[in-house]
């Protein structure tokens, strides 16, 4: 069986778990993946046993030791010197305009010769990259000096904000197979490319493990009678706290008793804290900074109801995990999230950017226990149909299947 190498921008990662998990299952299910990235793992990236393991046995990129740099172009010089100036050439083809971006491409086939280098000591045959950024470019042009095949899984929102510069037509074009997480991502896709190159479009849903995301016992509670709202996600501009924030107040006007449990690290973390202690809501938030898949369980037992306010999604992770973990989930209208929930079924979908809408929508679920049970269950149900880790990891299998690279 040939081996596959993931090339990923940064791995592992807080903000990537679900790669970690999705090689995970590959090798569970027979197929030798290897594991590729440009950058290091911040210090704040290591978090549970699974990531510590990863770590060792994945291949860096950057920084480049200069002695393995120049033995990989030599190599690749010497034994296919036609093929190594294809695709210098072709890394040029590819860029945008600008010296900054030329000098960026040039980078990029850099690493691409290690890439290259490597994955010919490992027996690699089949290149696949997440993201259609630094990773993809390094895996179309290291397949182009190998002879390889290869493949990147396509996630957005950010990559459709600049097709242009991602290069990102050109890359569905180059691919032998991309991976769309959802129907709306690969509705994006087929936007920008000709029809001839809509086969190669394959819907593979992120998958979680449903035995690891069970609910074992009854709510545990916040402790302090109130309901609590669990909110996991960067603290970044897009994720749409500051607006949960303002929610969080009108609810407490009301008289609502309510407090925030928030997940996550990120730039806005002093601007929320500042906004928060504005507001008079600081005493009902609770921020816990980045927390490991180890320990990350106990805090969905201890939660009421799951919040993602988000202005931009992809398919988020941590909607299918408190999905299979029976909370009710509250989430904005936006991209392929109504592809997970089903509003008045499985949770409530709400206009993004609008604080009255998503108080109205917990105050809702706060005021029916019910409801907020019945929501849990059906989430859970959607999540075993359609995102479980291991059929996820069939799917996927599959396609690999059909370009040769997996038995």
Excluded at 22 to 40: D, F, K, M, Q, Y
Excluded at 127 to 143: C, G, K, N, R, T
Excluded at 199 to 208: A, E, P, Y
Excluded at 254 to 269: K, M, Q, S
């Amino acid at each position: 069986m040939s081996k596959i190498a993931y090339i990923c921008n940064r791995y592992p990662a807080v903000s990537n778990t679900f790669i970690l998990r999705e090689v995970a299952t590959l090798r569970e299910l027979g197929v030798p993946v290897e594991t590729i990235s440009v950058r290091r793992p911040r210090s704040g990236d290591l978090l549970a046993r699974a990531d510590h393991e990863e770590h060792a046995r994945t291949k860096y990129l950057m920084p480049p030791r200069m002695g393995e740099l120049l033995s990989a172009h030599l190599a690749a010089l010497c034994s296919r010197p036609r093929r190594y100036l294809q695709t210098l050439l072709l890394a040029c083809r590819l860029s945008p305009q600008g010296v900054r971006a030329r000098l960026w491409q040039l980078a990029y086939f850099a690493e691409a010769v290690m890439v290259w280098q490597h994955c010919r000591r490992r027996g690699v045959q089949h290149l696949h990259a997440h993201f259609a950024y630094v990773a993809s470019d390094d895996a179309l042009l290291a397949a182009h000096l190998g002879g390889w095949s290869w493949s990147f899984s396509m996630h957005g929102p950010p990559e459709f904000y600049d097709v242009r510069g991602t290069r990102l037509a050109a890359k569905v074009e180059r691919a032998d197979a991309v991976i769309c997480i959802s129907d709306f991502c690969r509705s994006q896709l087929m936007s920008l490319v000709d029809e001839a190159h809509w086969t190669k479009l394959h819907v593979v849903r992120c998958g979680i493990s449903t035995t690891r995301y069970a609910r074992h016992a009854a709510r545990n509670g916040s402790g302090t009678g109130a309901i609590n709202v669990l909110t996991v996600a960067r603290l970044a501009p897009v994720k749409g706290h500051a607006v949960l924030l303002n929610a969080l107040a009108a609810l407490l006007a009301r008289g609502v008793n309510v407090e925030l449990t928030w997940i996550g690290d990120g730039p806005e973390r002093a601007v929320l804290e500042r906004r928060a202690a504005q507001l008079g809501v600081a005493h009902r938030l609770r921020m816990l900074g980045a927390v490991g898949q180890d320990d990350i369980r106990a805090e969905y037992e201890r939660a009421d109801i799951f919040c993602l306010p988000s202005f931009a999604e992809g398919l988020p992770v941590v909607l299918l995990e408190a999905m299979a973990m029976e909370l009710p989930v509250v989430a904005t209208h936006v991209m392929a999230v109504p592809e997970l929930v089903e509003h008045g079924v499985s949770g409530l979908l709400v206009a993004p950017a609008r604080p009255d809408l998503l108080a109205d929508a917990l105050e809702l679920l706060i005021d029916a226990p019910d409801e907020r049970a019945s929501m849990g269950a059906t989430g859970r149900a959607k999540v075993l149909a359609d995102h479980d880790a291991a059929r996820s990891g069939c799917a996927l299998r599959s396609v690999y299947r059909e370009l040769g690279v997996a038995a």
